[in-house]
């Protein structure tokens, strides 16, 4: 048993020490880093600033399969402003962007970072200039990912901040992060030093190219990140757009609230699976873990919440993307033993989230949910996790437990609505983080 007398059902437990990953194989300077949590990074002086996770995005490959978006056509002569929010705060911000599904090398113009004010708009003198190894533009290689140098910007934990992207010469495919559930902007031209939103007349609910924001300053850095890590229901999907209601979101709020802000790191991505890489909804989590969980800095705990689509996907026929093969509970439970070995040998602990009702959805089968059902007796009581929180029991109909409860329901009944989520965040217990 490795829970270390973390209470099962409404609780979670944080503790780790994590390994930076190298670069990877082939990166060149232009790399700086990537998201090895500090290592390799460009200047001698933010090697000696302590960083942490502020807001994250799981990468994926262009793709229309959400519908359409800016992905496939990529940029020129572009400008691309971003809005997000920061769970922990500090002096000192940075940025990572990522070309990691590219097709050639990614060319940066230029890049600026400041506060939100409203929509497109930027506060007045907050605009900071963003430098990759001192300079104000950068090509990341195919396959690579960039983090900026750190630039003066007083941040608050739970603050909003856009950042401002420019292309000046054709992208070709990017990669990007589907459901945003969350407003970005373009504008024709270079508008990075824009304060006013009067030139980004054109909107996505997708993110681009942009996969992290850390933060420096402000106090010690601990070992105390949270990352979340799913499909859909992590990534927020059924949510209030542009209103920061997905349960990492509203953990993060909770915990500020108590007196103890800390990172806390969406990397959901909605259709991903367990067992199988699909063209539109990403690699395969144990493929994907290592990138956009054990690669990040300062992580002492992963909320584990995969596997529906898995099911779903699997069980019925016409589902976007590439069929998906028949997977057995036993397989999904091998996939998340391979996730707890993966976190284990980086000293990072594991939550083992109980997958919550499906019952009515779309792709919801009497077979799929006996999977299902199989799956989470297995994380309630196999021992195998740190801790175990049973979102299935908080979120579903106490008349209908197969089913989720109308009052929690997006309307798909499958997804949570803002309600469904806060209850997810809120039967995690801090006093156990």
């Known amino acids: 048993m490795r829970r270390s007398g973390v209470a099962l059902v409404a609780a979670g437990a944080l503790v780790a020490l994590p390994t930076l990953l190298p670069p990877p194989a082939g990166a060149g300077a232009a790399y700086a ?16 600033e302590q960083w942490r996770g502020g807001w994250a995005a799981a990468p994926q490959p262009a793709t229309d399969v959400y519908g359409k978006n800016w992905s496939g056509s990529g940029f020129a002569r572009q400008t691309v402003r971003q809005v997000v929010r920061v769970s922990a705060g500090g002096s000192r911000a940075r940025i990572t962007l990522s070309n990691r599904y590219g097709t050639a090398p990614l060319r940066i113009a230029g890049a600026t970072v400041g506060l939100t004010d409203k929509g497109a708009a930027v506060r007045h003198g907050s605009v900071r200039q963003l430098t990759f190894g001192h300079r104000q533009s950068a090509t990341i290689p195919t396959g690579g990912e960039l983090r900026s140098d750190g630039v003066g910007l007083p941040v608050r934990p739970l603050a909003a901040l856009t950042i401002t992207l420019y292309f000046d010469a054709p992208t070709g495919p990017t990669t990007f992060h589907g459901k945003a ?45 949270i990352v979340a890590f799913g499909d859909s229901i992590t990534d927020g999907y059924g949510s209030t757009v542009d209103a920061n209601h997905r349960y990492p979101d509203v953990l993060a709020e909770r915990l500020a609230a108590a007196g103890r802000p800390r990172s806390v790191l969406d990397e959901g991505i909605s259709g991903n699976q367990l067992t199988h890489t699909t063209p539109g909804f990403g690699e395969k989590a144990v493929a994907r873990f290592p990138k956009d969980v054990l690669n990040v800095p300062n992580v ?49 602990r594991v939550i083992g989230a109980t997958l919550t009702p499906f019952k009515g959805a779309a792709y919801y089968t009497e077979r799929g949910e006996l999977k299902r059902e199989a799956l989470n007796g297995w994380i309630r009581g196999s021992g195998a996790f740190d801790g175990v929180v049973d979102l299935d029991r908080v979120v579903s109909d106490p008349a209908d437990r197969h089913r989720i409860a109308a009052g929690y329901d997006s309307g798909d009944h499958l997804h949570p609505n803002d309600a469904g989520y806060r209850a997810m965040a809120g039967a995690i217990d801090l006093d156990a983080l």
Do not use: C, K
Request: net charge neutral.
């Open 181 to 225: 559930m969350a407003t970005s902007y373009r504008a024709a031209g270079d508008h990075r030093a824009d304060v006013g939103a009067a030139a980004f007349t054109e909107t996505s609910s997708s993110w681009y190219v942009l996969s992290g924001v850390e933060v420096a300053g402000g106090g010690p850095v601990r070992r105390d990140g």
């Open 300 to 348: 002492r705990t992963v909320v584990l919440l995969e596997g529906i689509n898995d099911i779903g996907m699997s069980e019925v026929s016409g589902q976007p993307g590439e069929p998906t093969p028949e997977v057995s509970a036993r397989q999904l439970i091998a996939a998340q033993r391979e996730l707890i070995r993966q976190a284990h040998r980086r000293g990072i």
């Open 33 to 48: 880093a990537g998201r090895t949590g500090g290592a390799g990074h460009v200047g001698a002086a933010q090697g000696r």
